[in-house]
């Protein structure tokens, strides 16, 4: 079928009579619909409910049990970690027949504090019901950043910071993933988790805001622009009052409207009355503000929760350095981030020896992805100059290397080692984006490569 006719919200079209195919799309869900065509026709046709890890009303993987003991479980608070603030974690399994397999969705789940010190597991907190198992935590925390982390059996650990604000309900919920054969067992899948941030301290299965947060969030994960203009006009809303949604709104009108600056800094300030000056997720934000918030502090200290948020800070640290201080839990994380879609995700893979006794880990692999990606460069130049010297120059300077070298290693003369080489900014600018690595971190491992 080739497409006659194409809309965002509402449809009008004048057609051949003939049969179609509505297709109607709400983020990442599609409705479609076969009609006949011979008169003037109206056809209302509902939003597909779309995916979510997130009990929500209207969604795919949603159980009104899960709904009705989320929002139970998060107006009561059973474990106290400070005060001023709010965490709330729910990990569950879904099926259609209401009968999971795995009695723990939790298994292997633990809240951290920002030094890595465990406050709780919360796989000691399952408890056997008769539908599809959830774990529920709700705690009181003071005001800042903390880790929720993945340990498996085979001692990988897979982290995420959630940021507890003042006067907020920090809320993730998580689906246990379904098994497959390759990866053995389910497992909570913690990178997917999507987050909520409650002022009034509860989970509400029916907020429309929440429900313009997912789409908001699958929206910032395509390339391209998807929402209508109505849909982005309710998430931006000026007056919005909801702090994730105004977080994944900001980073929206920055990649598809970067020219609406009053628009960017209407929602940035609404987000620093929201969430006050240390929110990292803020904070990067703000790094992007034509006219900087004095009050907003520059400098990156803690990990956020957006992976948009951390791409902008490596893109700015390149030239300027500062906005990753060199001490601290976000640059110990740099070499570590994996890639994700939404949400900042870091992995530590167990520490394995080599014969020599020396450790091999991320910082290893970090240094052979950007020893192949200067070897590519290197090739694709020598590529190019070969090129310009044509046949016989290729020859002979082929020749001349193939001689020199033998008679170097005849006589035991070490091979020096290439000058680090001199990279260009979009060189540099590549690099940071497809590694996820601030530019401190680049410098610090090219001339460990290069020395």
Same mark, same amino acid.
């Given at each position: 079928?080739n497409?006659?006719?194409?809309?965002?919200?509402?449809?009008?079209?004048?057609?051949?009579?003939?049969?179609?195919k509505?297709?109607?799309?709400?983020?990442?869900?599609?409705?479609?619909k076969?009609i006949?065509?011979?008169?003037?026709?109206?056809v209302?046709?509902?939003?597909?409910?779309?995916?979510?890890?997130?009990?929500?009303?209207?969604?795919?993987?949603?159980?009104?049990?899960?709904?009705?003991?989320?929002?139970?479980?998060?107006?009561?608070?059973?474990?106290?970690?400070?005060?001023?603030?709010?965490?709330?974690?729910?990990?569950?399994?879904?099926?259609?027949?209401?009968?999971?397999?795995?009695?723990?969705?939790?298994?292997?789940?633990?809240?951290?504090?920002?030094?890595?010190?465990?406050?709780?597991?919360?796989?000691?907190?399952a408890?056997e019901?008769?539908?599809?198992?959830?774990?529920?935590?709700?705690?009181t925390?003071?005001?800042?950043?903390?880790?929720?982390?993945?340990?498996?059996?085979?001692?990988?650990?897979?982290?995420?910071?959630?940021?507890?604000?003042?006067?907020?309900?920090?809320?993730?919920?998580?689906?246990?993933?379904?098994?497959?054969?390759?990866?053995?067992?389910?497992?909570?899948?913690?990178?997917?988790?999507?987050?909520?941030?409650?002022?009034?301290?509860?989970?509400?299965?029916?907020?429309?805001?929440?429900?313009?947060?997912?789409?908001?969030?699958?929206?910032l994960?395509?390339?391209?622009?998807?929402?209508?203009?109505?849909?982005?006009?309710?998430?931006?809303?000026?007056?919005?009052?909801?702090?994730?949604?105004?977080?994944?709104?900001?980073?929206?009108?920055?990649?598809?409207e970067?020219?609406?600056?009053?628009?960017?800094?209407?929602?940035?300030?609404?987000? *620093?009355?929201? %969430?006050?000056?240390?929110?990292? !997720?803020l904070?990067?934000?703000?790094?992007?503000? #034509?006219? @900087?918030? /004095?009050?907003?502090?520059r400098?990156?200290?803690?990990?956020?929760?957006?992976?948009?948020?951390?791409d902008?800070?490596?893109?700015?640290?390149?030239?300027?350095?500062?906005?990753?201080?060199?001490?601290?839990?976000?640059?110990?994380?740099?070499?570590?981030?994996?890639?994700?879609?939404?949400?900042?995700?870091?992995?530590?893979?167990?520490?394995?020896?080599?014969?020599?006794?020396?450790?091999?880990?991320?910082?290893?692999a970090?240094?052979?992805?950007?020893?192949?990606?200067?070897?590519a460069?290197?090739?694709?130049?020598?590529?190019?100059?070969?090129?310009?010297?044509?046949?016989?120059?290729?020859?002979?300077s082929? *020749?001349?290397? %193939?001689?020199?070298?033998?008679f !170097?290693?005849?006589?035991?003369?070490?091979?020096? #080692?290439? @000058?680090? /080489?001199?990279?260009?900014?979009?060189?540099?600018?590549?690099?940071?984006?497809?590694?996820?690595?601030p530019?401190?971190?680049?410098?610090?491992?090219?001339?460990?490569?290069?020395?």
């Amino acid at each position: 079928m080739n497409t006659v006719a194409h809309s965002v919200g509402d449809l009008s079209a004048d057609l051949l009579p003939g049969l179609y195919k509505i297709r109607v799309r709400n983020g990442p869900g599609v409705e479609e619909k076969l009609i006949s065509l011979d008169r003037d026709l109206f056809v209302d046709i509902q939003p597909p409910p779309i995916f979510s890890p997130i009990p929500l009303a209207g969604t795919t993987r949603s159980h009104e049990y899960h709904m009705l003991r989320a929002m139970n479980a998060s107006r009561s608070p059973l474990h106290d970690f400070g005060q001023g603030a709010g965490l709330f974690v729910f990990c569950r399994e879904w099926t259609t027949s209401n009968q999971g397999a795995s009695p723990n969705p939790a298994t292997g789940i633990s809240l951290a504090d920002e030094n890595g010190n465990q406050l709780l597991d919360l796989g000691s907190l399952a408890v056997e019901t008769p539908n599809d198992h959830s774990v529920a935590m709700c705690a009181t925390v003071a005001p800042g950043s903390y880790r929720l982390r993945l340990t498996q059996s085979g001692g990988t650990v897979t982290e995420r910071a959630l940021f507890a604000s003042p006067g907020c309900q920090t809320q993730i919920f998580i689906l246990l993933s379904p098994p497959t054969w390759s990866s053995g067992p389910s497992l909570p899948d913690i990178a997917g988790g999507a987050v909520i941030i409650s002022p009034k301290f509860e989970f509400d299965p029916q907020d429309r805001r929440t429900q313009l947060g997912e789409i908001a969030r699958y929206a910032l994960t395509q390339k391209r622009r998807v929402l209508s203009d109505q849909l982005r006009l309710e998430i931006v809303d000026e007056k919005f009052d909801d702090p994730m949604l105004g977080l994944l709104g900001a980073h929206l009108v920055l990649r598809d409207e970067p020219e609406n600056v009053e628009l960017f800094e209407t929602v940035t300030n609404n987000l *620093l009355r929201l %969430l006050g000056p240390d929110h990292p !997720d803020l904070r990067a934000l703000c790094l992007r503000r #034509k006219n @900087p918030l /004095p009050s907003v502090p520059r400098a990156l200290d803690t990990p956020p929760m957006l992976r948009a948020s951390w791409d902008i800070t490596v893109s700015v640290s390149l030239e300027d350095p500062s906005s990753f201080p060199e001490a601290g839990g976000v640059m110990e994380i740099a070499d570590k981030v994996i890639p994700t879609g939404s949400w900042l995700v870091w992995r530590r893979d167990p520490i394995v020896k080599s014969a020599s006794g020396s450790s091999a880990g991320s910082s290893n692999a970090l240094a052979q992805s950007l020893e192949e990606f200067i070897a590519a460069r290197a090739r694709q130049e020598a590529s190019r100059r070969a090129d310009d010297q044509g046949v016989f120059g290729r020859l002979s300077s082929s *020749l001349f290397d %193939l001689i020199s070298n033998s008679f !170097d290693k005849l006589r035991g003369k070490p091979q020096p #080692k290439p @000058p680090m /080489p001199t990279l260009s900014t979009e060189d540099r600018e590549e690099l940071a984006r497809v590694l996820g690595i601030p530019g401190p971190l680049l410098n610090s491992v090219l001339k460990k490569i290069f020395d």
